[in-house]
């Protein structure tokens, strides 16, 4: 008893100390575990938030991105916060199921594969309450990745091997999707071949730089198909670094873009930057796209700028001017991006993929030219597989003519031939279906950057076709493996039309296919039109092999 008043005494001098408070201290918004003020993420290691002024840090650009398949596979690419920014993997999700449980409560869970090899959780999971946070990531995310297209122009000027451009091409066209896609600033997803490490067939490149000391920039990037390890610049190294064909992807990626091949302009040609600075010499530009590709690709390149800005000028000139007709002219390009326009536009959707022949009238000049692209890659001129003799009666010119035939078996020749820098050839071509059942040519819009607010505010609607399942394919070669004999694209050249001016006519001869969600759709094919002039049959035919 003689203690209580020494208790009572205590306890007087601490109660005016008020109630107790959470300065201090804070609960997470997600998992509600206590964590300190000053703690950047949850200590709830299956949790995984980040904290910003209290605030769980919304970076729905950088945790997940959505990869652009192009089917219906939902690949996902994903930040490992543990390890840093830099670092990802991958996350398929896969269906998603309501279950009713016995006391009426609705539960919504997702099955997917996490495949970021230092999950602790399993691959495969179905139930939400045991998902990792990779696969929770994925299903909150609401931005898709950039693609960027790689011409054929510039993949067949790329001076590596001829194995590796084919093992580039195979890449971007053996499966749906772009080659090349950008995640973030530095961060690139490439296709790849599936392997037990790659299961989905992507991978990521990453390409880095770093300010340093009294100017001086560390730049470097790295694949994770493990080809080669990280290579940083230096300029004591004499050696150029390892490069794998997914880097070439990247490469010829940037080259196809003028804002990306600024951007990475570094990228575009590693030796030839450490070899400038080895030298005390600062590379432009310019420099490097030489040293990577061919003097004739750099100035068909500047000659296009040139052309474009006497175009330019022509057209700031007033329109009361009259116009000059010497100054009017059709270079070869020109044409022969009319050519591949008119190539692109018989490839629709709304028809049964065994065109006419597209009829052209051509100088002898222009053909000798095209023929020079067709006979690209090897150092004789390529010789016809077929040359016919015919004669004609029941139209003008009346006469004896010769028609040489050329047969083309391999798409990226085909590419290689048709290609221009103002109209690229289009193997493959996207369209919408409209109500009327008629179809219309899918363009992508250009992928603008959203806020925060407005990534998160914006309600996810998938259209009830997708524009990207509707498609028309060029058919050149084996396009089954029950296929014996390859579809070939016919070029035919008849000389001499036009004697005086020395003019001939140009049949080309093709066909495509359709692709509807995937699946190639077979089409009846359409009584052929009558056409105005009608050959003879020939006098003689004679093959060349």
């Not at 790689?150 to 084919?166: C, D, G, P, R, Y």
Request: contains cysteine.
């Amino acid at each position: 008893m003689e203690q209580q008043p020494e208790r009572m005494k205590t306890l007087a001098f601490l109660a005016d100390l008020g109630k107790p408070t959470l300065r201090g201290i804070k609960k997470c918004p997600k998992c509600g575990t206590i964590n300190g003020t000053r703690g950047l993420s949850c200590k709830n290691k299956s949790c995984g938030a980040v904290f910003r002024d209290g605030v769980r840090k919304q970076q729905p650009s950088i945790d997940a991105v959505r990869i652009v398949t192009g089917s219906a596979s939902q690949v996902y690419s994903v930040r490992l916060r543990d390890r840093g920014p830099d670092y990802r993997g991958f996350v398929e999700l896969g269906t998603t199921e309501a279950i009713q449980t016995v006391d009426g409560t609705i539960i919504t869970h997702v099955t997917g594969r996490c495949l970021v090899p230092t999950c602790f959780k399993a691959s495969s999971q179905e139930v939400s309450e045991n998902q990792c946070q990779h696969i929770k990531l994925a299903m909150e995310c609401h931005v898709e990745a950039t693609p960027h297209t790689l011409k054929s122009s510039v993949l067949n000027s790329l001076q590596v091997a001829a194995e590796t451009k084919q093992a580039i091409w195979s890449l971007a066209t053996e499966s749906s999707g772009p080659l090349v896609q950008r995640i973030t600033r530095s961060i690139m997803v490439v296709k790849c071949k599936a392997s037990p490490k790659h299961t989905l067939g992507f991978l990521h490149v990453s390409f880095h730089e770093k300010a340093r000391m009294k100017g001086v920039t560390e730049r470097k990037f790295y694949c994770s198909c493990q080809a080669f390890k990280a290579s940083k610049s230096s300029a004591n190294k004499e050696e150029p670094a390892k490069r794998c064909i997914h880097f070439y992807a990247c490469v010829c990626a940037f080259v196809s873009d003028e804002k990306l091949g600024k951007e990475f302009s570094y990228f575009i040609n590693f030796e030839s930057v450490s070899r400038c600075r080895s030298s005390g010499l600062q590379a432009s530009s310019e420099t490097q796209l030489l040293a990577l590709y061919p003097q004739e690709h750099t100035s068909q390149a500047a000659s296009s700028a040139v052309s474009k800005a006497k175009k330019k000028k022509k057209e700031d000139l007033a329109v009361s001017q009259p116009i000059d007709e010497s100054q009017v002219t059709l270079t070869f390009q020109d044409w022969l991006a009319s050519v591949t326009e008119r190539i692109n536009q018989t490839m629709h959707y709304q028809f049964d993929g065994k065109p006419e022949p597209l009829v052209f009238h051509v100088p002898q000049m222009f053909f000798d030219a095209l023929q020079q692209r067709i006979s690209m890659g090897s150092k004789k001129k390529r010789l016809p597989n077929s040359t016919t003799g015919f004669v004609r009666k029941d139209a003008v010119p009346l006469g004896t003519f010769s028609k040489y035939t050329w047969q083309i078996t391999n798409i990226l020749q085909v590419k290689q031939i048709f290609d221009t820098p103002e109209m690229p050839l289009e193997v493959t071509r996207s369209f919408v279906e409209n109500r009327d059942g008629t179809y219309e040519l899918f363009k992508c819009p250009k992928v603008q950057v959203e806020s925060i607010a407005e990534a998160y505010g914006r309600v996810e609607k998938q259209p009830s076709i997708r524009p990207l399942e509707l498609k028309t394919f060029l058919r050149v070669g084996n396009m089954s493996p029950e296929q014996k004999e390859p579809t070939p694209f016919i070029i035919e050249w008849i000389p001499d039309i036009l004697p005086k001016l020395k003019i001939g006519e140009m049949r080309i001869k093709l066909e495509y296919g359709h692709h509807r969600n995937g699946h190639v759709e077979y089409r009846e094919q359409q009584p052929p039109s009558e056409q105005s002039l009608e050959l003879s049959p020939s006098l003689a035919t004679i093959n060349i092999h």
